[in-house]
């Protein structure tokens, strides 16, 4: 397909990727010198293989080298981590990491601290353990998510194969190449092993408008994408993904006995911005149909090669297929698909039922003589005690681990005999309620900020569970009972996706946040900003006359639907009258 008219030649970064060799260089020359970092070329080309090169800020002296050390993020579809990967990634963060690990809100995990010299026997490691960072970063489809829930009714299963299908088939092919040759030295038994149907998909990459006209590299091209994609598969009425936040979100019926039908398909949706741009923003996703199951996989490849062509290439911060629906519309958006990508029929969307927020903390029957277990994890850090109580566990009962998008830990395959030696193991460590952590935490999310993160200005991980308990004392002072969805990041890019929260908290300034307020319970509705630069000393004389109207309303509707109705007048004068 012959990509939109452009008035200038492919920016630096553009160029950078087209002569990297699909992903290899300057990584590869760069990986065996004594450097103690990555040039900032080999940096962008070691995105796509999961990774970011990091320094610890809390360590940073005027005249002195800085603390480097790398991010590594898995590829978790689905967010499933078999026992064999957990006890390796444990390892290896303890090992040659910060001894900690991290669940993102992608339901993938994260090590830090790796250090330049250790990085190809850790990424290295994970391949052999039969895990891989490959895509898990980087300007290409990002890990794919589902409901992390190990249910064998309705459609979960259907839901989960379809995730690792779509997973399988963005998966690219030559830079899957590149990262053997780097990480395992060229071993092809790691490959990615796609199913028969989805190699029968995949061939067609090859073919008429999805093709990109490299041969190597038949979806994606030489120059990959615009930006990050990102991909996210549910069942009707389940929002435990952040439906409207993806790229393509797709809402997946089957029929009685669980087999799949077809799916509603919403595209566009992103949460990254820039402060004081306001070309940039963050954007809820628009239907686009629903297409029948057999047709599905065709659809995806075909959406991620339009965006391929047409995605802005020339300014980064435009890139995303959001802006590309916002431009032209989602009318003109499903025209061109049909007309030059995907021949199959796109018909009127099929009525959801209303959708929920899951967490599915607690204990929970998987399937006969199986149980899993919800494990609350504010912020998705894995540390101290309970890191090592959690690998005890998944090495004496070899169970699996599900991650969840809020975060949290699923721990599966639980047989009926084990039932109470875990409870009585999981009391050990001091979670005696999974099912009932504290209200305001228990759909919280942070993202990681600072130390480690290049992009923070402020505190988001670190600072978010005494911010809770701020906001409990408040709600308790003027006896509201009813919780509160809070996010809080760092800076503008929205990974802990605030933008979706009733209250939202994001980075502006050192101790300063914007406020955003209106989301909703269920994540359906876009917040909105309220104070460009809030300091965290005053969040409760700034949210106090909001919060006792709202007590006094008598708090039947959601904090975010009772924001909404006062309307954006009458909360400016409550958030002013401190």
């Given at each position: 397909?012959?990509?939109?008219?452009?008035?200038?030649?492919?920016?630096?970064?553009?160029?950078?990727?087209?002569?990297?060799?699909?992903?290899?260089?300057?990584?590869?020359?760069?990986?065996?010198?004594?450097?103690?970092?990555?040039?900032?070329?080999?940096?962008?080309?070691?995105?796509?293989?999961?990774?970011?090169?990091?320094?610890?800020?809390?360590?940073?002296?005027?005249?002195?080298?800085?603390?480097?050390?790398?991010?590594?993020?898995?590829?978790?579809?689905?967010?499933?981590?078999?026992?064999?990967?957990?006890?390796?990634?444990?390892?290896?963060?303890?090992?040659?990491?910060?001894?900690?690990?991290?669940?993102?809100?992608?339901?993938?995990?994260?090590?830090?601290?790796?250090?330049?010299?250790?990085?190809?026997?850790?990424?290295?490691?994970?391949?052999?353990?039969?895990?891989?960072?490959?895509?898990?970063?980087?300007?290409?489809?990002?890990?794919?998510?589902?409901?992390?829930?190990?249910?064998?009714?309705?459609?979960?299963?259907?839901?989960?194969?379809?995730?690792?299908?779509?997973?399988?088939?963005?998966?690219?092919?030559?830079?899957?190449?590149?990262?053997?040759?780097?990480?395992?030295?060229?071993?092809?038994?790691?490959r990615i092993k796609p199913s028969a149907p989805v190699r029968k998909v995949?061939?067609?990459?090859?073919?008429?408008?999805?093709?990109?006209?490299?041969?190597?590299?038949?979806?994606?091209?030489?120059?990959?994408?615009?930006?990050?994609?990102?991909?996210?598969?549910?069942?009707?009425?389940?929002?435990?993904?952040?439906?409207?936040?993806?790229?393509?979100?797709?809402?997946?019926?089957?029929?009685?006995?669980?087999?799949?039908?077809?799916?509603?398909?919403?595209?566009?949706?992103?949460?990254?911005?820039?402060?004081?741009?306001?070309?940039?923003?963050?954007?809820?996703?628009?239907?686009?149909?629903?297409?029948?199951?057999?047709?599905?996989?065709?659809?995806?490849?075909?959406?991620?090669?339009?965006?391929?062509?047409?995605?802005?290439?020339?300014?980064?911060?435009?890139?995303?297929?959001?802006?590309?629906?916002?431009?032209?519309?989602?009318?003109?958006?499903?025209?061109?698909?049909?007309?030059?990508?995907?021949?199959?029929?796109?018909?009127?969307?099929?009525?959801?039922?209303?959708?929920?927020?899951?967490?599915?903390?607690?204990?929970?029957?998987?399937?006969?003589?199986?149980?899993?277990?919800?494990?609350?994890?504010?912020?998705?850090?894995?540390?101290?005690?309970?890191?090592?109580?959690?690998?005890?566990?998944?090495?004496?009962?070899?169970?699996?681990?599900?991650?969840?998008?809020?975060?949290?830990?699923?721990?599966?395959?639980?047989?009926?005999?084990?039932?109470?030696?875990?409870?009585?193991?999981?009391?050990?460590?001091?979670?005696?309620?999974?099912?009932?952590?504290?209200?305001?935490?228990?759909?919280?999310?942070?993202?990681?900020?600072?130390?480690?993160?290049?992009?923070?200005?402020?505190?988001?991980?670190?600072?978010?569970?005494?911010?809770?308990?701020?906001?409990?004392?408040?709600?308790?002072?003027?006896?509201?009972?009813?919780?509160?969805?809070?996010?809080?990041?760092?800076?503008?890019?929205?990974?802990?996706?605030?933008?979706?929260?009733?209250?939202?908290?994001?980075?502006?300034?050192?101790?300063?946040?914007?406020?955003?307020?209106?989301?909703?319970?269920?994540?359906?509705?876009?917040?909105?900003?309220?104070?460009?630069?809030?300091?965290?000393?005053?969040?409760?004389?700034?949210?106090?006359?909001?919060?006792?109207?709202?007590?006094?309303?008598?708090?039947?509707?959601?904090?975010?639907?009772?924001?909404?109705?006062?309307?954006?007048?009458?909360?400016?004068?409550?958030?002013?009258?401190?």
């Amino acid at each position: 397909m012959v990509a939109d008219i452009v008035t200038s030649g492919p920016t630096k970064f553009e160029q950078l990727k087209a002569n990297s060799g699909h992903l290899r260089e300057p990584l590869l020359s760069e990986l065996g010198n004594t450097a103690p970092n990555f040039t900032e070329n080999a940096v962008q080309i070691l995105k796509f293989h999961g990774s970011y090169q990091q320094d610890n800020r809390d360590k940073r002296q005027k005249g002195q080298t800085k603390d480097w050390q790398m991010m590594l993020r898995l590829r978790n579809p689905a967010g499933r981590v078999p026992a064999q990967l957990y006890l390796a990634i444990d390892e290896l963060a303890e090992r040659y990491g910060n001894g900690t690990l991290r669940v993102t809100t992608r339901q993938a995990f994260q090590m830090h601290g790796v250090r330049k010299e250790h990085l190809k026997e850790v990424i290295g490691t994970i391949v052999r353990s039969l895990g891989s960072t490959l895509a898990a970063c980087g300007d290409i489809n990002r890990n794919v998510m589902a409901p992390a829930a190990p249910f064998s009714k309705a459609g979960y299963p259907a839901a989960r194969q379809l995730a690792d299908d779509i997973a399988d088939l963005l998966a690219p092919q030559a830079a899957e190449g590149s990262y053997l040759d780097l990480w395992v030295d060229g071993e092809l038994s790691y490959r990615i092993k796609p199913s028969a149907p989805v190699r029968k998909v995949k061939a067609r990459q090859s073919e008429g408008g999805v093709f990109s006209g490299d041969g190597q590299e038949p979806l994606y091209g030489s120059t990959y994408l615009p930006r990050k994609f990102k991909v996210a598969v549910t069942v009707p009425g389940d929002n435990s993904v952040d439906l409207l936040t993806q790229d393509i979100g797709l809402v997946l019926f089957c029929d009685p006995q669980g087999r799949p039908q077809g799916a509603n398909v919403y595209v566009g949706g992103g949460m990254g911005r820039t402060h004081n741009k306001e070309e940039t923003f963050a954007r809820t996703a628009d239907p686009l149909g629903y297409v029948a199951y057999g047709h599905l996989l065709d659809l995806v490849q075909a959406i991620v090669a339009l965006q391929r062509d047409h995605g802005d290439r020339q300014q980064r911060r435009h890139a995303r297929m959001k802006y590309l629906i916002h431009d032209r519309g989602v009318d003109w958006f499903r025209s061109e698909l049909q007309s030059s990508y995907f021949s199959h029929p796109i018909k009127g969307m099929r009525q959801e039922p209303t959708i929920r927020l899951e967490d599915y903390l607690g204990w929970h029957r998987q399937d006969r003589g199986l149980w899993f277990v919800g494990l609350p994890v504010l912020c998705g850090r894995i540390s101290g005690s309970f890191k090592a109580g959690l690998r005890r566990l998944v090495d004496t009962y070899k169970l699996e681990l599900r991650l969840t998008p809020n975060q949290d830990v699923l721990l599966c395959n639980i047989g009926t005999a084990q039932r109470s030696s875990i409870r009585a193991e999981l009391a050990a460590m001091g979670i005696e309620s999974p099912e009932a952590p504290a209200p305001l935490a228990r759909h919280a999310l942070a993202c990681p900020a600072l130390p480690l993160c290049g992009l923070a200005v402020t505190e988001a991980e670190r600072v978010l569970p005494d911010v809770l308990d701020r906001l409990d004392g408040l709600l308790h002072q003027l006896g509201i009972s009813k919780p509160v969805l809070v996010r809080m990041t760092g800076c503008p890019n929205g990974c802990a996706r605030p933008y979706m929260a009733e209250i939202g908290l994001v980075g502006s300034g050192p101790d300063l946040y914007q406020l955003w307020l209106g989301g909703t319970p269920n994540l359906s509705r876009l917040a909105e900003p309220y104070l460009e630069k809030m300091p965290l000393g005053e969040l409760e004389p700034t949210l106090e006359p909001l919060l006792r109207a709202w007590q006094v309303a008598g708090g039947r509707v959601s904090f975010g639907d009772f924001v909404v109705r006062q309307g954006r007048p009458a909360v400016e004068a409550l958030l002013t009258a401190a």
